[in-house]
């Protein structure tokens, strides 16, 4: 169901050494931030630990006009282990994580939030005393993540299995201080078994995934109803290489049968999708150079929220209104990387077609409802987009500590079924970087890297009907590590150098006050000792 893609997070590696960690402390002075975490790894006779904790505390943070975002404060902590055992073929892993957030809900008014006066919602100073507690609205948000990881290896076969079981609790406090306005629970798991055959030019996998999913409301006032869901997806994948020309395909069906018998609201709902998903890709490989092709198929069935969605989602200050009538998102795609590079000098292509049909999107519309602007879910029958992910890194022969690196990320999205574009598509954006390393100069110097980093993002003057032009700007950061040993490490930073006034495409609160800015100039140190 990841039409654009997925993001991957790998947990860090287990520890080579008998001990090694961490403790680290962050300050930023835009909003008083102070980020606080430790890490400890250790092994000992096949048996791995792994423990890491944070702890962050942020105020309101500062406008480029020197005035203070109310409510944009919040608090963090988390807490999470990695315990491993290894034996001969067989490893095991078990995972558990514990974070809790308390974030305040910043541009909550009373009347249409994209009429009030930004100075109705900024204050211009911060008082230490009470500005660091969380102030109504605000939301409590406890996550827990439990995974348990085995594999067994035997000749050419890789037996792995995966199981996964997430809880997410988010309570929302609005007029009333001892009564949540919201009190959802999520509870989703995740089994996958699989079976990997490999060989010096032959990788075939086979495996299935098992997704049970339940959102329950704890009190009767709801954004989105009760609903539980199964999801089942099996799928294998076949890669070959030869003589430097290589071939890859995987092919998944899944079946989702999604449920909501909700009597608070009065809904009784009962439907399943189902479809096949696809990729098939070639590449060849020719001394510094990569060429790959790829096309691919996917498909995305509605979520609960899509279909159910009916209230004020404080988060985003938007009154969301799904549709019951949703099917499923079918996608393919076609898409080109090159890659080249040598001692000085790399670069990486990749441009991209991908043509949808059926398309889910959240329209603004020109409604308001109990004072927020009324945002539709709905289906558009065509959307193209295209575009192009380029990645330069140069440093010269004759200076080889100079890194400049740029990225462009350039995205064109056509909605066929109107004249004008898709709501909440990000601008094309340009990045650079210049970074010197002070590799030969330590002994005269503790300065380890200074960098300068540049983000320009264009003009998104493609936008969906009542939704509004976003004007281009610029962002320049500034960045000095030093190493002052071998263990502690220091950087000091700037950002947004030039006190740039600037609010993205896709800022959740671009839709009040006429787009409340992000962070000015600001100050940052990091410190970390390492063990």
Not at 200 to 213: A, C, H, R
Not at 295 to 320: I, K, M, N, Q, W
């Amino acid at each position: 169901e990841a039409i654009g893609g997925l993001l991957y997070f790998k947990d860090a590696p287990f520890a080579n050494d008998k001990l090694k960690g961490f403790i680290s402390t962050a300050f930023n002075n835009s909003s008083l931030l102070s980020n606080n975490k430790f890490g400890v790894k250790f092994n000992k006779k096949n048996l791995f630990f792994n423990l890491y904790g944070q702890y962050a505390i942020s105020s309101d943070y500062r406008l480029p006009d020197n005035t203070y975002l109310f409510n944009s404060r919040f608090k963090q902590n988390a807490i999470k282990f990695s315990l491993g055992y290894r034996y001969k073929n067989w490893q095991n892993i078990f995972r558990a994580q514990i974070h809790n957030e308390f974030p305040g809900i910043p541009g909550h008014v009373h009347g249409d939030p994209s009429k009030v006066d930004i100075n109705a919602i900024t204050s211009i100073e911060l008082d230490l005393a009470e500005d660091f507690s969380i102030k109504k609205p605000w939301q409590v948000v406890n996550n827990q993540l439990l995974i348990y990881e085995t594999n067994y290896m035997l000749n050419n076969f890789k037996f792995e299995f995966y199981a996964g079981h997430f809880i997410n609790n988010l309570k929302e406090y609005g007029e009333k201080l001892t009564k949540p306005a919201f009190d959802l629970s999520l509870s989703n798991t995740l089994l996958s078994p699989s079976l990997r055959y490999i060989s010096n030019k032959l990788t075939l996998q086979i495996g299935s995934q098992f997704v049970f999913q339940e959102n329950k409301n704890n009190i009767n006032d709801r954004l989105v109803p009760d609903a539980s869901s199964f999801n089942l997806g099996p799928y294998a994948l076949i890669e070959y290489e030869k003589n430097n020309f290589g071939v890859n395909s995987g092919m998944r069906y899944d079946y989702k049968r999604l449920s909501s018998d909700d009597q608070v609201l009065d809904l009784d709902y009962d439907n399943s999708f189902n479809s096949t998903s696809f990729s098939s890709g070639l590449y060849y490989r020719f001394i510094d150079h990569i060429l790959r092709m790829t096309f691919s198929g996917a498909y995305r069935s509605p979520h609960v929220s899509e279909l159910f969605s009916d209230g004020v989602h404080h988060g985003t200050s938007r009154y969301e209104i799904g549709d019951k009538k949703l099917g499923i998102e079918y996608a393919n795609q076609i898409d080109l990387k090159y890659q080249w590079s040598n001692d000085h000098l790399g670069i990486v292509i990749n441009p991209f077609i991908q043509n949808i049909s059926d398309f889910i999107s959240l329209d603004p519309t020109d409604s308001v409802i109990s004072g927020y602007k009324v945002y539709n879910y709905m289906q558009y029958d065509k959307v193209e987009i295209n575009g192009v992910e380029m990645n330069l890194h140069y440093h010269p022969h004759q200076l080889h500590n100079l890194h400049f690196e740029q990225s462009y990320s350039f995205l064109q999205a056509r909605n066929k079924n109107s004249k004008y574009g898709l709501a909440l598509v990000p601008a094309n954006s340009v990045k650079t970087k210049i970074l010197f390393k002070f590799n030969d100069y330590d002994r005269l110097l503790k300065l380890y890297d200074i960098s300068i980093y540049h983000i320009y993002k264009f003009k998104q003057d493609s936008y969906a009907e009542y939704e509004e032009l976003t004007d281009s700007y610029n962002v320049i950061n500034l960045q000095l590590g030093i190493k002052l040993n071998s263990q502690f490490h220091c950087s000091l930073g700037v950002n947004n150098v030039l006190n740039e006034t600037y609010t993205p495409h896709i800022s959740r609160v671009r839709g009040i006050a006429g787009g409340v800015p992000n962070p000015g100039k600001s100050f940052n140190i990091n410190l970390k000792y390492e063990f």
